[in-house]
T-cell receptor, first 111, second 115 residues
């Protein structure tokens, strides 16, 4: 059974720091991996999608990498801002686009 | 751009009552699914659909029913609400493009409390 783990569970950093969020999964037979952002009381917003054949994806200050063989993905956030404060969720996709989520990393960026 | 629309946003039910959570998408996606989110547990798959008339169970299907008569709509029915079904429910849709799965789009969620 696929299991997804996110470390750390919570992170508090000063504004301007570069940071890395980690995601690991137990079964490398995935179709893709997706990173989401969730603000309190809100839905999920897709940040980056990495297909299983890709190694990384970039969007603005965000960079996500994927190493299928080791079952790991990282989300790199450059020059963090208070507006980046949210919960970040990692999910791997199996057949029929079914998502299996980690429990998330709660990020707080303080001025 | 409506995307994925869920109604209602909030609902309080008494134990034993039934209700339907609505989900509609306007992106012509073939895949739709329902998840519940509980504190500290991430999102878990309840039911999913790969197209009109085709549904299947996910990880936590007990106490829930689904049907998909159209591509756009995928309602989730609670048959007899229990306090253990207190949760936030999310509907998602996605598709495939040139053999690869596309990103999943989520609704804003329905916060359900069963008393």
């Amino acid at each position: 059974k696929q299991e997804v783990t996110q470390i750390p569970a919570a992170l508090s950093v000063p504004e301007g720091e570069n940071l890395v969020l980690n995601c690991s999964f137990t079964d490398s037979a995935i179709y893709n991996l997706q990173w989401f952002r969730q603000d309190p009381g809100k839905g999920l917003t897709s940040l980056l999608l990495i297909q299983s054949s890709q190694r990384e994806q970039t969007s603005g200050r965000l960079n996500a990498s994927l190493d299928k063989s080791s079952g790991r993905s990282t989300l790199y956030i450059a020059a963090s801002q208070p507006g980046d404060s949210a919960t970040y969720l990692c999910a791997v996709t199996g057949g029929y686009n079914k998502l299996i989520f980690g429990a998330g990393t709660r990020l707080a960026v303080h001025p | 751009n409506a995307g994925v629309t869920q109604t209602p946003k909030f609902q309080v039910l008494k134990t034993g009552q039934s209700m339907t959570l609505q989900c509609a998408q306007d992106m012509n996606h073939e895949y739709m699914s329902w998840y519940r989110q509980d504190p500290g547990m991430g999102l878990r798959l309840i039911h999913y659909s790969v197209g009109a008339g085709i549904t299947d169970q996910g990880e936590v299907p007990n106490g829930y029913n689904v049907s998909r008569s159209t591509t756009e709509d995928f309602p989730l029915r609670l048959l007899s609400a229990a306090p253990s079904q207190t949760s936030v429910y999310f509907c998602a849709s996605s598709s495939t493009s040139r053999g690869s799965n596309t990103e999943a789009f989520f609704g804003q969620g329905t916060r359900l409390t069963v008393v």
